[in-house]
Nanobody, 124 residues
Framework: QVQLVESGGGLVQAGGSLRLSCAASGRTFSRNAVGWFRQAPGKDREFVACISWLGGSTISADSVKGRFTISRDYAKNTVYLEMNSLKPEDTAVYYC?????????????????WGQGTQVTVSS
């Protein structure tokens, strides 16, 4: 079992930056693929980015390419989402998720463990 805790959310002006962290406890998740998803009010949960367990493969949604970067620190058992050039449409609750497997997927149904989420609000 893996417990995930997100942090780093907050209120930022458009054009600003935030770094989200996803810390794992319970056991190391160094062999799990990890993804970030977000959900805005009234909308479905959508894929943002994911990273393979070796960190060599990543996928990002078109809406965040060039602005968001996913990375992982094995020593800290943490995955990060660096978000730059934030837009009001990035406002959402951001969730990290891990899956039992090394392959990366964009579908949330492929993930087995979820954090509680962290709110990101971008003002115009």
């Amino acid at each position: 079992q893996v417990q995930l805790v997100e942090s780093g959310g907050g209120l930022v002006q458009a054009g600003g930056s935030l770094r989200l962290s996803c810390a794992a406890s319970g056991r190391t998740f160094s062999r799990n693929a990890v993804g970030w998803f977000r959900q805005a009010p009234g909308k479905d949960r959508e894929f943002v980015a994911c990273i393979s367990w070796l960190g060599g493969s990543t996928i990002s949604a078109d809406s965040v390419k060039g602005r968001f970067t996913i990375s992982r620190d094995y020593a800290k058992n943490t995955v990060y989402l660096e978000m730059n050039s934030l837009k009001p449409e990035d406002t959402a609750v951001y969730y990290c998720a891990a899956r039992e497997g090394t392959l990366i997927f964009s579908a949330p149904t492929r993930y087995d463990y979820w954090g509680q989420g962290t709110q990101v609000t971008v003002s115009s």
